[in-house]
């Protein structure tokens, strides 16, 4: 057998499991039967047996149809293209909508690079209508995250969609089948892919342009997830973001603290040092981790991440926009900040949005 001959048995059996298991099928109609690869009959408001799964009908290839709508696990690199390129097409008349890095996504989505996937496992689905992308999301299990909070959570992220139910759900209980085969109980989400990462639905805010690591989404995405699906809202997330260009409005409380800040309590701040990035990351990392470990869902983020992180923010990090507090005598790091702009216009007012994160139990 040749190799390309044997990923594709691979490929294709991996796809039955999905399809008998109920994890890929396309229709989703509650209280149904299945045929017996895993495609609804014409019992319970399925589909008659003409439109039985592909499964049934020619043995199981690499597609399960019914009807125009699909959903397909990601297994070859144009379908993780496809994956990665959806949002342009469905964000591409929304103006406020700011288009991440490809090499970033890239990096990010590749399960042998990237270092959460060390403690973590995903699979990746695209929704197909006639041909064609309309969907996509992920559904993953971190383990650290599973450990650290004592829980058994599945979680989903990635979630794009046009304002199409039946392919969001098809999509959402894909990936809930999925999680639900690896005994999760129950399924949170959009986390992309953990609290350190975007994280939330924007339901609130849709005015404003995004900053890292708060994502931008359609209004109607809420609909979808509340109205349409029937999620549960988790957690409220609030973003912030401030611009004061007259000192006269700040409080005078906040600039009397500063100025006592050495004096009295040893503490100076300066300005991140990029030429010493691997030792100033060692130092955020400590605080950053204390500071978040008892917050909502926070996993501690682990030393090779953090450098994996910090070897991306490397070429676009600004010393001027990344501050460090320290104590002036020992050099410990007691706090740290960095402005998340990733387009300018959102530093130019006070605004605040309002994300949630769903919840399916």
Not at 120 to 126: S, T
Not at 198 to 209: A, D, Q, S
Request: aromatic residues 10%.
């Amino acid at each position: 057998m040749t190799a390309e001959a044997s990923a594709s048995t691979e490929k294709t059996g991996v796809l039955a499991r999905l399809v008998e298991d109920g994890i890929v099928d396309v229709r989703h109609v509650v209280k149904r039967k299945r045929c017996p690869g895993g495609g609804p009959d014409d019992s319970d408001g399925g589909v008659s047996p003409s439109r039985q799964c592909r499964v049934c009908a020619d043995g199981g290839r690499d597609q399960v149809r019914t009807m125009s709508l699909e959903v397909r696990p990601v297994f070859s690199r144009r379908e993780l293209r496809a994956f990665i390129k959806l949002p342009w097409r469905l964000y591409r008349d929304e103006p406020n909508w700011v288009a991440p890095l490809l090499m970033d996504l890239k990096k990010r989505l590749d399960q042998k690079k990237n270092p959460f996937f060390k403690h973590a496992e995903a699979q990746y689905f695209l929704a197909w209508r006639d041909g064609r992308p309309v969907g996509r999301v992920s559904a993953h299990i971190d383990r650290n995250l599973n450990e650290f909070q004592g829980n058994a959570w599945g979680l989903f992220g990635w979630f794009e969609c046009e304002d199409d139910p039946e392919a969001a759900r098809a999509l959402l209980d894909a990936a809930e089948a999925w999680l639900r085969e690896r005994d999760r109980d129950r399924m949170v989400g959009p986390m992309d892919f953990t609290t350190n990462d975007e994280i939330g639905l924007l339901i609130e805010g849709h005015e404003y342009p995004p900053i890292i690591l708060c994502p931008w989404h359609h209004p109607y995405y809420q609909r979808i997830f509340e109205q349409d699906i029937g999620m549960d809202k988790a957690m409220d997330l609030y973003m912030w973001s401030l611009y004061v260009d007259n000192r006269e409005k700040v409080h005078p409380a906040i600039w009397e603290a500063a100025d006592r800040l050495e004096s009295e309590h040893g503490i100076v701040c300066r300005n991140f040092r990029k030429k010493d990035l691997q030792a100033e990351v060692t130092r955020f990392l400590e605080v950053y981790n204390a500071a978040w470990e008892n917050n909502w869902a926070s996993v501690p983020l682990n030393e090779e991440e953090v450098r994996h992180y910090a070897k991306d923010l490397k070429p676009v990090l600004d010393e001027n926009w990344a501050m460090v507090a320290e104590k002036k005598d020992t050099g410990e790091v007691v706090g740290a900040a960095q402005p998340k702009n990733r387009n300018v216009r959102a530093n130019v007012a006070a605004w605040a949005s309002l994300s949630e994160v769903p919840c399916r139990r």
